[in-house]
T-cell receptor, first 111, second 117 residues
């Protein structure tokens, strides 16, 4: 079945450093979503990417969707302590429409 | 807007008993709600898709007789864990897809932490 792999599993950075998490799907995706889950909280929708090669920005966050629509990345510039949490990608394939979540990348930021 | 609530937020029950978890969309209608399970430090695993007025669609490996889902209205879905066992202890999260607006959005509830002793 479809799998969505996400790396790294953990990332510890110093405040001000950049951070990137990568997401790879075993199959072509119709779209991909990104969520953030704070410690003890629930996933919060960040963004959806639909088009091949799409790049979207939200302040310090940059989201990319690969040309083949099988991979995606989230890049945070100059991390802050408020960025702490687990970032999940979730892909929807061309059939069925259900979201398959990656394993998540847990980000910790040292002040 | 787009708030989803879950009740209870935390529940401890004895092995063999049943537990009902409610998922409500507070300010929007949702024809589709999703139930996920999340283990510590792990990803969300989709258990089932709940459609208002029809039977839920369960993912492979999820026992429909053990995890009963009822989507009685456009704002309420319930998950009942029957004859709970310690291995059912987990964080259960629901999400709801609005009837109107952008169809790809899903809003997650705060989750219910179930502990079976």
């Amino acid at each position: 079945g479809q799998q969505v792999m996400q790396i790294p599993q953990y990332q510890h950075v110093q405040e001000g450093e950049d951070f990137t998490t990568y997401c790879n799907s075993s199959t072509t995706l119709s779209n991909i979503q990104w969520y953030k889950q704070r410690p003890g909280g629930h996933p919060v929708f960040l963004i959806q990417l639909v088009k091949s090669g799409e790049v979207k920005k939200q302040k310090r966050l940059t989201f990319q969707f690969g040309e083949a629509k099988k991979n995606s990345s989230l890049h945070i510039t100059a991390t802050q302590t408020t960025d702490v949490g687990t970032y999940f990608c979730a892909g929807r394939n061309n059939q069925g429409g259900k979201l398959i979540f990656g394993q998540g990348t847990e980000l910790s930021v040292k002040p | 807007g787009a708030v989803v609530s879950q009740h209870p937020s935390r529940v401890i029950c004895k092995s063999g008993t049943s537990v009902k978890i409610e998922c409500r969309s507070l300010d929007f209608q949702a024809t589709t709600m999703f139930w996920y399970r999340q283990f510590p430090k792990k990803s969300l695993m989709l258990m089932a898709t709940s459609n208002e007025g029809s039977k839920a669609t369960y993912e492979q490996g999820v026992e429909k007789d053990k995890f009963l889902i009822n989507h009685a209205s456009l704002t309420l879905s319930t998950l009942t864990v029957t004859s709970a066992h310690p291995e059912d202890s987990s964080f259960y999260i629901c999400s709801a897809r609005p009837l109107a607006g952008l169809t790809y959005e899903q809003y997650f509830g705060p989750g219910t932490r179930l502990t079976v002793t």
